[in-house]
């Protein structure tokens, strides 16, 4: 294996160490590590017999050049064979050099796993900006860290492809249905059970020397209408011409008929491809462009052929790749191979071919033969590659963490309950697990305790394993029992300069949108609000009175939620008084030796806070005496 790359791997197998798949992933990385290095050597050989092939077909022309095809009669054939040979070592070269080119995908692909168990997100592949998320998810995505670097997205980077991307983010977005969620959870487990398909997919699109793009420039030609279809009297005018056209020559050589009529059709003809040259040559420019990204994707749907579901859930989702009765990843090739021939237009036997045979319409006729063939069924299949790819970055995170359960998502419920729920995007060395019950409606954990005690940390908790929960993955907790939920979230409120809107302003644009959401719920759902230290820009006696109003409207309208405050004064307001649930977390206060020292063990505990710690920190930072006077 290259330095470079057992340094990688030995600095990502470091930050996994201790978890039980870390292992696995670092013997996978040595294996395809060694494989490469003897695809390396290999590929050297190759290398020098190519050279050794072209100087020696070279020599034997330079011979025949020099002295004379009577006198070197021996050269012909061994430049012919030269030739020949060097032609097929280029072919398998090439071959050779694609597979390489997986085998050191799987390799960065098995470093970057172990770079996750760790939660090392330097060592993962950024998620990429993709579309901003709806307004409305906005918020609810920068609060819960659920899109862009150090994310719920960024921890299931594994989907290589953009409609893999673009799927994983929707889900992650926009909850799916009870249903909908069984069987991505059916689908799900049994991803997770398939790593070398899973590797091996994220594989196949990381291999080209161009990577997949956004297909929808495809789709839109794929999907539009074809140019000849529209012209009908032209189609078959131009099979006739074609015909004409050379049985004219043949006839004008044999003297049967004088060479000037074909002269004359030849102006016809040249007339016609000028008129029309330009429309179809910008056919051809965007289909040519797109010949080594189609040659991405026919490898991708090749790969997803080879899969043989054992659930229904994926079997559905794959029936996809053959719903036209043709095969996705044949067509694509297909298509591959006719983007190729557009590139004859550059060729000096272009002219040839266009005014014998009309070369250019009938590529055209049979690119839109294509269409029409396969284009209303092109967008499907992106579709599946797209629920495939997303559902294998959670079957990943389900293999990794096994430990971890498939939640029960359930409309009959009226509460959340979960045991040992943690944080999903902390590593497991530093995740602390609480039990946590929200409800039912009319009740609200009021969350109290310390600075950097894990209040802010167990509502991101429950709010990124409702995501989790929802998009048909598993979620940090041993069990988790849910009704379907909406999220509003009010934890990283920001003010905005541009548009004059204060923190105060923007938390109770915020809060109003959480309100709104509660009384007007989506259907079969219920609104789950999470509230960190709302209202922080007011004063104490007027906060409280807010902050009781708030939560009394939303448990009126039938809402489950979580709270956090340091103002344990709150628990005596007369709405929250009588519907809170209170918990907390503590701090332990010591000595290290060199000063006071505050630890925390995160651990979430009945009743209010008993202590606080703020001036104990102010103490550890020296700002704890006053200044002499």
Not at 57 to 69: E, F, N, R
Not at 342 to 362: I, K, M, N, P
Not at 575 to 584: G, L, T
Not at 605 to 612: F, S
């Amino acid at each position: 294996m290259p330095d470079a790359t057992a340094e990688a791997t030995a600095g990502a197998a470091a930050g996994a160490a201790g978890h039980p798949a870390a292992a696995r992933y670092a013997r996978r990385a040595e294996r395809f590590g060694r494989l490469d290095d003897v695809f390396e050597t290999v590929s050297r050989r190759f290398s020098w017999a190519r050279l050794a092939a072209f100087l020696t077909g070279a020599a034997a022309l330079a011979t025949i050049l020099l002295s004379g095809a009577a006198t070197e009669r021996w050269a012909w054939p061994v430049a012919g064979l030269a030739f020949v040979v060097f032609g097929v070592l280029v072919v398998r070269h090439d071959r050779l050099l694609r597979r390489r080119r997986t085998v050191r995908a799987l390799v960065t692909i098995n470093e970057e796993a172990q770079a996750r168990l760790a939660r090392r997100w330097a060592g993962l592949p950024e998620p990429g900006t993709g579309e901003p998320p709806p307004e409305g998810s906005a918020a609810l995505a920068r609060d819960l860290g659920l899109l862009g670097p150090a994310s719920l997205e960024h921890l299931l980077t594994t989907p290589a492809s953009p409609p893999g991307r673009q799927t994983l983010r929707r889900w992650l977005l926009d909850p799916a249905p009870p249903g909908r969620i069984a069987t991505r959870q059916e689908a799900v487990r049994e991803l997770s059970a398939r790593l070398g398909f899973r590797q091996r997919l994220e594989a196949a699109a990381r291999a080209g020397r161009r990577g997949p793009v956004n297909p929808e420039a495809f789709l839109e030609w794929a999907e539009g209408e074809p140019l000849l279809a529209r012209r009908p009297g032209l189609r078959r005018g131009v099979i006739a011409l074609s015909v004409i056209s050379p049985a004219l020559l043949l006839a004008a050589l044999a003297g049967l008929v004088p060479i000037h009529l074909w002269i004359l059709l030849l102006v016809g003809i040249f007339g016609l491809s000028r008129a029309r040259g330009e429309e179809i040559h910008a056919v051809f420019a965007r289909v040519a462009s797109r010949e080594a990204e189609l040659a991405v994707y026919e490898r991708i749907f090749e790969r997803l052929a080879r899969l043989a579901p054992r659930s229904s859930a994926l079997g559905r989702r794959l029936a996809a790749l053959e719903a036209s009765g043709r095969s996705a990843h044949r067509e694509m090739d297909r298509l591959a191979g006719l983007a190729g021939l557009t590139e004859l237009r550059r060729s000096a036997l272009h002219g040839v071919f266009q005014v014998l045979f009309l070369w250019d319409f009938h590529l055209l006729a049979a690119l839109e033969r294509w269409q029409r063939r396969s284009g209303s069924a092109a967008r499907a299949w992106f579709e599946c590659l797209g629920s495939i790819e997303a559902l294998g970055a959670l079957g990943g995170l389900a293999a990794d963490e096994p430990h971890w359960a498939f939640p029960e998502v359930d409309p009959r419920r009226a509460t959340i309950e979960a045991e040992d729920l943690g944080h999903p995007l902390l590593p497991g060395d530093q995740r602390v697990g609480n039990a946590v019950r929200l409800g039912p409606p009319g009740r609200v954990l009021l969350v109290t305790g310390s600075n950097m005690s894990g209040k802010s940390t167990l509502l991101r908790a429950i709010g990124v394993n409702t995501v989790l929960a929802q998009a048909g993955g598993p979620v940090c907790a041993r069990r988790l029992a849910m009704p379907p939920v909406i999220l509003g979230t009010s934890l990283l409120v920001e003010d905005s300069l541009t548009d004059g809107v204060s923190f105060f302003l923007a938390e109770l644009e915020r809060l109003r949108s959480i309100v709104e959401a509660a009384e007007a719920p989506e259907e079969g759902r219920r609104l789950l609000f999470l509230l960190d230290e709302v209202l922080r820009g007011t004063n104490p006696g007027e906060r409280r009175i807010a902050v009781a109003r708030v939560v009394r409207r939303l448990l009126d309208d039938g809402a489950l939620g979580a709270v956090t405050t340091h103002d344990l004064e709150l628990a005596d307001m007369e709405p929250i008084r009588d519907a809170c649930d209170p918990v907390h977390f503590r701090e332990a206060l010591g000595d290290s030796g060199e000063g006071p020292s505050v630890t925390f063990d995160y651990r979430m505990r009945a009743g209010l806070a008993p202590t606080t710690n703020a001036l104990r920190l102010l103490e550890l930072v020296g700002l704890g005496s006053e200044r002499p006077s």
